[in-house]
């Protein structure tokens, strides 16, 4: 196990390189000039143009901008923005609680609501009931999750009003953060109201967030369900005159949910994508808005440092779903 | 066990905060994060409401809802008569804001005011570059580094400016957001303790409000400065709520969750007024949109033909479908509300048989140009692309045949200056001062060529009457100059000058004493809220 | 075995039993007829619509669809913010979104399909280093690659398709070579190669057609992904520009006017719905008539 572990991470490593190649190298063929940028409308004389690039280093050869980039990157030092001259690093940090809040009260409500889904649907095959979730979940699945999003804002927020329309968190609180989960911070805080105020504005966006990654997971437990059902062992427990309810919640969901675990585990991609849109569309502070800002900015530094800190973030997801899949999964042998 | 006191503190912390949160606090849906702190390094009018116009003061200040200069830290000056020394007296008694983070222990003296404006452009000042790639785009932009000589303190109380030469718009720019009065007391300590960047993030002056605490991307908190010069404000808190959709900050007025909004969207003005419970500011924006031809590629270097393109387009039609008519046809380059806007100057009517007859006469035929449209919205210019389609068809009708292309706007911004450009630009200004200069001299003057002057036109007549009224600062003098110019302009046709915008600041109803600035700034001193 | 039956399942029989399957599934079968309604729309644009898609009418600036109060019948979903037709511009969109899936799907499967077979078959370090090349694009949230990529490619449709056809790829490459490896040491292909069969051969007209089942469904799924991953492109301002009737970049255009004319909204986003549903319901019931497991059961 361990072997397997220490052998996935050294595999790790020539990746990152090459991501940071990736993300250094997109950023130098970007077009449009981030020093343009800071006077606007107003033309800059091309002296202090010409001074500007060198004081930020965007003059040198590429590959001592790269070189010195890595030796940065060892120190733990991801650049500062172009535009608001603030640490990389110390931003991400500063958003990315905001996108694991949203991210995790997404992956919770589609795992509570898409694996009972799709194990309804898996017992209750060709019936109506069957038809309508998989349907539901196949329009899910369908969703452009930006329209979505605009609509459950017109109706919840504008026509019914029911929940706030962006933020995440009444701004009447205010309370230095701990955590950085507005959710725990809230509860921290000791103010009444408070931790309210957190949910009902974390309602709409986890719905939105949680509408791919939930139909994914009903289908996929449907059909890990059917599987399961269909299998010797548990036709015997059937024949054995064990109770329905046993014999698909112990022994068939059990094995069932070893394919589903990996899909929830591939989510954090997908997860990651729809936070960009879902986090642009409800003005959520977290990293996928502030990516899309900064693209838009021409904000070399941020791009770059965000693509990089983004892509370890899947990494090191993606081993630990490998390697707990390593423990559920007996059958697998290392 | 360290743990846990932090947690306790910050419980502590936060319990206070909570009862004053239910004190007056007006919040305020602001339309961008603010780049940073230190309005000397940034452009962006999100930055200047969060930092200039509500922790800091000038010496000299706009007037409130106007673009004239009033004593801001400076109670007086006097210019030399050669017009190049300004000796300003400063306001005695002015308190630095006491901060969690800071306590000044001294009042504001003409060092705080060589400091603030030394960091901007002497290299060898040690804030110069004091965070990562730090560049003083306005002082620059306005020509500074160019024309100041020197600033010396004459006593505690008295300094003085030596000008390079005189520049009549030189006490308007004072008023500017970059020009903003730091301490210098504070500034010391911050290098003292090695932690220089916190000025760019902890701001600390002498305005109206005082900075607690900026949530990156989502709010800013001030609190009222209860030793401000001018008297205590009447509210107690000031938020920020950052929210960069326009639909969704006017869905969070009519909510409730905010009181005040910046920048609705043009389409939902009227949704918005009909609301009973807010009000919507408006006026002319201190800006103008405009296409500019290259004059100096045929046939655009034709007076006649330029002319016949302008009347060619309907701009009321622009006007409608890009900002639901909220913005007024323009017909001179600077906006109405500006001093010495001519308004006896007529414009090109919109007459497409003529349009086309005049380019029959000047001999062109199956003419085909690009017209450039920006990929950003700016406040003059909502959707330049929709504005293009729009020429696009109206000069189809003239047998005109158009290809729109456009640029990332830093290429765009680039590109357009090129003196062999191939197309007509449009493109926009928004004044920094309220100086008609800032727009004439600034955008058509003959030094601007290859630089902000778009339209590559250099035009001795109209240059001449520039320089002339750079050199006085007799108000009537200057006016008589500009609104010759005007005429000059309008007959030569280097534009089309297609709107000026309206701005809007819907509000709630209980919200008084909020006035618009046609500089474009969002000023929260004075704002109260009714019960 | 299932496999060598879909092998010895030449074109007759193969179709009749393809049909037999994808037709039991009601749903393939309908989305199948929407797609193909769609499709003829789009094809037939030109003649169908009633108004051209970039014609303007300055009199009827933000018009109700003919269905609510204030709309006219000759604008039976109403207009957008310069006066054009919102159904003229949605069918016209209907060629760009299909023809965005097609572009896609055809450049990532071919690449991918290549790319796969190479690694498959050649395994060793061409291998390795095609897997860890795949790896690293997988490890970017692939909306945020294909942003990226767009906006160092200059946003536009054509650029938005290079982008989105280069984030799907590592799924292509991954599943032919998963494929080709399960086959290249079956009996059929060691019997080839014995005859002597050369390597293209062996890639391409041996190992291939039995690889084919998982990827016309993982091409099916792309396909709808391609639309929606435009379309969010167009959402963000980094796909196609206006004034393209794209479907994404139409609700971009329209987000400032969700106060005000729900229409502008709510159609191009269920125009999009719409075709992604289709599409996916097909591709539900292409699997159930390929996949041989599924077969059985």
Redesign the interface.
């Given at each position: 196990m361990l072997r397997f572990i220490f052998g996935r991470l050294a595999v790790l490593i020539p990746t990152f390189i090459g991501v940071s190649i990736i993300a250094f190298s997109f950023i130098r063929l970007l077009p449009g000039d981030p020093v343009m940028l800071m006077s606007g409308e107003r033309v800059m004389s091309p002296e202090r143009h010409a001074q500007i690039m060198t004081d930020l280093g965007l003059d040198r050869p590429i590959y001592i901008q790269y070189f010195d980039y890595l030796v940065n990157l060892l120190h733990g030092d991801f650049g500062s923005s172009i535009v608001t001259k603030r640490a990389v690093l110390d931003d991400f940090l500063q958003l990315f609680p905001a996108t694991i809040e949203l991210s995790l009260c997404a992956i919770i409500l589609a795992v509570a609501l898409g694996v009972p889904a799709g194990v309804l649907a898996a017992v209750k095959r060709g019936t109506w009931l069957d038809q309508t979730l998989m349907g539901t979940a196949l329009v899910g699945y369908s969703m452009p999750i930006f329209w979505w999003g605009l609509l459950l804002v017109i109706f919840f927020s504008g026509y019914l009003g029911w929940t706030p329309v962006s933020g995440r968190i009444s701004l009447m609180y205010f309370f230095p953060p701990v955590t950085g989960f507005m959710l725990i911070d809230s509860l921290l805080s000791g103010q009444a109201g408070a931790f309210k105020s957190a949910v009902t504005y974390l309602v709409l966006p986890t719905i939105v967030l949680a509408t791919i990654p939930l139909a994914v997971i009903a289908r996929q437990t449907r059909s890990a369900m059917l599987e399961v059902l269909g299998e010797d062992y548990v036709r015997t427990a059937r024949s054995k005159g064990l109770s329905p309810f046993r014999v698909i919640g112990v022994h068939a969901l059990r094995n069932a949910l070893i394919p589903v675990i990996t899909t929830i585990g591939l989510q954090v991609g997908v997860l990651l994508a729809g936070a960009i849109l879902t986090e642009t569309i409800f003005s959520w502070p977290g990293i996928g808005k502030w990516m899309v800002d900064s693209v838009f900015k021409r904000d070399y530094q941020v791009v770059q440092g965000g693509l990089m800190l983004i892509a370890a973030v899947i990494m090191v997801v993606n081993l630990i779903v490998d390697v707990l899949y390593g423990f559920i999964n007996p059958r697998i042998r290392y | 066990m360290k743990k846990l006191s932090?947690?306790l503190a910050?419980?502590a912390?936060?319990?206070l905060?909570?009862g004053s949160?239910?004190s007056k606090?007006l919040?305020y849906c602001s339309e961008a994060?603010p780049?940073?702190f230190d309005p000397g390094?940034y452009?962006g009018g999100q930055t200047f409401d969060a930092s200039s116009r509500t922790v800091y003061n000038r010496l000299v200040e706009f007037k409130h809802g106007g673009t004239e200069i009033e004593p801001g830290l400076a109670e007086s000056w006097e210019v030399s008569s050669d017009g190049t020394e300004y000796t300003f007296k400063l306001r005695p008694g002015v308190k630095f804001q006491t901060t969690e983070f800071f306590t000044p222990t001294r009042e504001l003296n003409a060092d705080d005011v060589i400091f603030s404006f030394e960091r901007q452009y002497k290299a060898d000042n040690p804030w110069n570059?004091y965070?990562?790639?730090?560049?003083w785009?306005y002082f620059?932009?306005m020509g500074f580094p160019d024309l100041i000589q020197s600033i010396t303190k004459v006593d505690d109380l008295t300094v003085k400016f030596k000008l390079k030469q005189a520049e009549a718009p030189f006490i308007a720019n004072l008023g500017m957001d970059f020009a903003s009065i730091l301490s210098k007391e504070y500034a010391d300590k911050l290098a003292a303790d090695g932690k220089m960047?916190l000025l760019?993030?902890q701001p600390l002056g002498t305005g109206p409000f005082t900075f607690v605490?900026y949530?990156?991307?989502?709010?800013i908190?001030y609190k009222a400065n209860p030793d401000y010069w001018a008297g205590k404000e009447k509210i107690d808190d000031l938020?920020f709520?950052?929210?960069?959709?326009?639909?969704?900050r006017?869905?969070?007025l009519?909510?409730g969750?905010?009181h005040i909004m910046a920048y609705p969207?043009?389409?939902?003005v009227?949704?918005l007024k009909k609301d009973e419970n807010l009000t919507v500011l408006e006026q002319e924006g201190l800006n103008v949109s405009y296409l500019a031809y290259n004059t100096l590629v045929a046939p655009f270097d034709k007076p006649e033909v330029r002319k016949a393109l302008n009347m060619a387009v309907n701009k009321q039609?622009i006007v409608?479908?890009v900002f639901?008519g909220a913005a007024t046809v323009a017909k001179n380059p600077i906006p109405p509300t500006m001093w010495s806007y001519n308004n006896a100057v007529e414009d090109d009517k919109f007459d497409p048989e003529a349009a086309k007859k005049m380019l029959a006469d000047a001999g062109v035929k199956d003419l085909k140009m690009k017209i450039w449209a920006m990929?950003v919205a700016?406040p003059y210019m909502l959707n330049a692309?929709?504005a293009a389609?729009?020429m696009q068809?109206d000069l189809a009708a003239i047998g005109v045949t158009v290809e729109i292309v456009?640029y990332?706007?830093?290429?765009y911004?680039?590109l357009s200056?090129a003196k062999d450009r191939d197309g007509a630009a449009i493109?926009?200004?928004?004044g920094d001062n309220g100086d008609p200069d800032n727009f004439l001299d600034?955008l058509l003057g003959c030094d601007?060529v290859g630089?902000?002057n778009r339209a590559q036109w250099c035009n001795k007549e109209f240059d001449d009457l520039m320089t002339k009224a750079k050199a006085t600062a007799d108000v009537a003098e200057r006016t008589k100059y500009y609104e010759e110019a005007q005429v000059i302009f309008k007959k030569e046709a280097p534009w089309n000058t297609l709107d000026h915008s309206l701005v809007f600041v819907p509000m709630n109803k209980k919200v008084t004493g909020f006035v618009m600035d046609p500089l474009g700034i969002h000023r929260f001193n004075g704002v109260d809220i009714a019960e | 075995m299932a496999v060598a039956e879909i092998k010895t399942a030449t074109p007759p029989t193969g179709l009749a039993e393809f049909w037999f399957y994808f037709s039991r599934n009601k749903g393939a079968v309908i989305g199948f007829a929407i797609f193909l309604i769609i499709l003829v729309l789009a094809i037939f644009a030109p003649w169908v619509t009633p108004h051209s898609p970039s014609a303007q009418n300055r009199d009827v600036l933000l018009l109700p669809p003919a269905f609510a109060a204030g709309g006219k019948w000759t604008y039976f979903l109403g207009t957008d913010a310069v006066g054009r037709d919102i159904l003229s511009r949605l069918i016209f969109g209907a060629r760009f979104s299909l023809f965005i899936g097609l572009v896609v799907v055809t450049l990532s499967v071919i690449s991918g399909v290549l790319v796969g077979l190479i690694a498959g078959y050649f395994r060793g370090r061409t291998d390795t280093i095609i897997m860890r090349v795949m790896d690293i694009i997988l490890a970017f949230p692939s909306l945020l690659l294909a942003l990226v990529l767009v906006a160092v490619l200059g946003p536009g449709l054509l650029n938005a398709m290079i982008a989105i056809s280069l984030v799907n790829l590592p799924h292509f490459v991954r599943l032919t070579r998963a494929a080709v490896m399960s086959e290249r040491t079956k009996d059929y292909v060691i019997a080839s190669r014995v005859a002597g069969a050369g390597t293209m051969r062996l890639m391409f007209l041996t190992i291939l057609p039995n690889c084919l089942a998982p990827l016309i469904v993982q091409a099916t799924l792309a396909f709808s992904a391609a639309i929606l991953d435009a379309a969010a492109l167009g959402f963000l301002g980094m796909g196609a520009q206006p004034p393209t009737p794209e479907w994404g970049t139409m609700l971009a255009e329209a987000r400032e006017f969700i106060q005000r004319a729900w229409w502008v909204v709510t159609f191009p986003g269920l125009a999009i719905l719409i075709t992604v549903l289709a599409i996916n319901l097909m591709g539900d019931g292409l699997r159930d008539a390929l996949d041989p497991k599924l077969k059985r059961s």
């Open positions: - | 932090t947690l910050a419980t912390i936060a319990t905060m909570a949160a239910w606090t919040v994060s780049e940073g390094l452009t570059k965070v990562a790639g730090a560049s785009e620059a932009g960047e760019n993030q605490a949530q990156t991307d989502a709010a908190r938020v709520a950052i929210t960069t959709d326009a639909a969704i006017a869905q969070k009519k909510a969750e905010c969207n043009a389409a939902d009227a949704e039609a409608d479908a639901q990929p700016r692309r929709r389609e729009l068809s456009s990332e706007w830093a290429e911004l680039k200056s493109l926009g200004w928004t600034t601007a630089g902000n | -």
